[in-house]
């Protein structure tokens, strides 16, 4: 069992915003993770609905997707084991902007929002690395969001002129 244990630690340190927490920090955050197995094709998360909980894939792989207005979905991206998901709503609660699906049989460790936010408060220098390593990545993901934006075929006319007749 033990060795079990440290294998789920190192590959819990392995995510970036859990790679700075004491082994003590780690073991606490293990511990609060719960585990679901999903079938492949089958929906993790679903658009539209309002998360509950903070998700990491353990085992196996996700794709992301979300509705266009025809209904159809469009592929998003591929979750792999250590990517995270729902993080967005740890600090701004709100529905889920995509879809999640798992490809195969796919393990996800999940830990409720409240569980996550009271263990961010009772371990505040854990709750510190948390925070702004997950911050850093909600402004990378949304630079590059930005950037495709700009780069799209969305915008087609100066902005100051696009109303004008």
């Known amino acids: 069992m033990p060795h079990h244990r440290a294998m789920e630690i190192d590959s819990l ?3 970036p915003f859990l790679a700075n927490l004491s ?3 780690l073991t606490a955050f293990a511990a609060l993770l719960e ?3 999903y079938k492949d094709g089958e929906r993790i ?3 539209g609905t309002a998360p509950s909980a903070f998700q990491i894939v353990r085992d196996g792989v996700a794709h992301v997707r979300r509705r266009k207005p025809d209904g159809s979905e469009r592929f998003l991206g591929r979750l792999g084991p250590g990517a995270f998901f729902a993080d967005i709503n ?3 609660p709100g529905v889920a902007t995509a879809s999640i699906y798992a490809v195969g049989a796919t393990r996800v460790r999940m830990i409720p929002y409240v569980r996550f936010r009271a263990f ?3 371990n505040p220098r854990a709750g510190y690395h948390i925070a702004i390593t997950m ?3 909600v ?5 590059v969001s930005d950037e495709r934006l700009v780069n799209s075929n969305l915008v087609t006319e100066p902005i100051g002129t696009a109303w004008l007749g």
Not at 139 to 143: D, F, P, Q, S, V
């Open 139 to 143: 402004a990378r993901r949304l630079r």
């Open 120 to 122: 961010m408060e009772e």
């Open 23 to 25: 082994d003590s920090e």
């Open 35 to 37: 585990s679901r197995d």
């Open 13 to 15: 340190r392995a995510i």
């Open 45 to 47: 998360l679903e658009e």
């Open 135 to 137: 911050l850093g990545e």
């Open 90 to 92: 740890l600090f701004d």
